[in-house]
């Protein structure tokens, strides 16, 4: 499990490096653009032909860096990160629930019904891998590629089986656990992670 739980934390962390670096370079590129194309008009009125060819060739340049797929690309990563960031949520217990009723109960009404959450859970999301897993062979059937990457969808559609395959893996993980120990991961929100150990360090080195 360290192994999985380690693979799952670093793919969630370049999926989401990779969409910032792109989403700034793509930007930084569109306002590059708009900010070279002023300044060719401006060089050509104050008549100095130099900063005038120098800007048209960076210009040209920048227009040789074709980041129209980078939107598209951008999606898809999200769609990844949001997939394996939910299972990831299960297995530290940042979904948002509803457990006013299970936190009144006690003993085993609540272990019941706890139980029946979780199950629920587990149902749900393999449902999802089911249709997902069909829905993504069919797609490979038809042999459909994206617009811009041109990449094959079923590729990009294999989010949804995995990324649901996994998280029904971690309710199951989170009811034998549950089962076992009585233990349900929990996050305080209202907390930060590491500060608490940056304070504590900080007060030592003080006193």
């Not at 910032?20 to 100095?48: C, E, K, N, P």
């Not at 617009?147 to 079923?154: A, C, G, R, S, T």
């Not at 029904?168 to 996050?187: D, E, N, P, S, V």
Request: include cysteine; proline fraction near 1%.
């Amino acid at each position: 499990m360290r192994f999985l739980d380690r693979f799952e934390e670093i793919f969630i962390i370049l999926l989401m490096a990779a969409a910032t670096i792109l989403i700034f370079v793509s930007v930084t590129q569109r306002y590059a653009l708009d900010m070279t194309a002023d300044l060719v008009r401006a060089s050509r009125g104050w008549g100095i032909e130099w900063l005038s060819n120098g800007a048209r060739s960076f210009y040209s340049w920048m227009r040789g860096l074709n980041l129209v797929w980078a939107q598209e690309a951008c999606i898809y990563l999200f769609v990844w990160m949001a997939k394996f960031g939910a299972a990831y949520g299960v297995r530290i217990g940042i979904h948002v629930g509803v457990d006013i009723l299970s936190e009144r109960l006690e003993g085993t009404a609540k272990k019941v019904v706890t139980t029946i959450a979780m199950s629920g859970g587990i149902i749900f999301t393999a449902i999802v891998a089911w249709f997902g897993a069909d829905f993504v062979y069919h797609v490979y059937l038809n042999g459909q590629t994206s617009p811009d990457l041109e990449i094959k969808m079923w590729v990009v559609y294999l989010a949804v089986p995995l990324g649901s395959a996994l998280m029904c893996f971690r309710f199951i993980q989170a009811l034998y656990w549950y089962l076992t120990t009585g233990y349900i991961a929990h996050h305080d929100i209202s907390s930060v992670e590491g500060v608490e150990e940056e304070a504590e360090v900080a007060s030592e080195g003080k006193a």
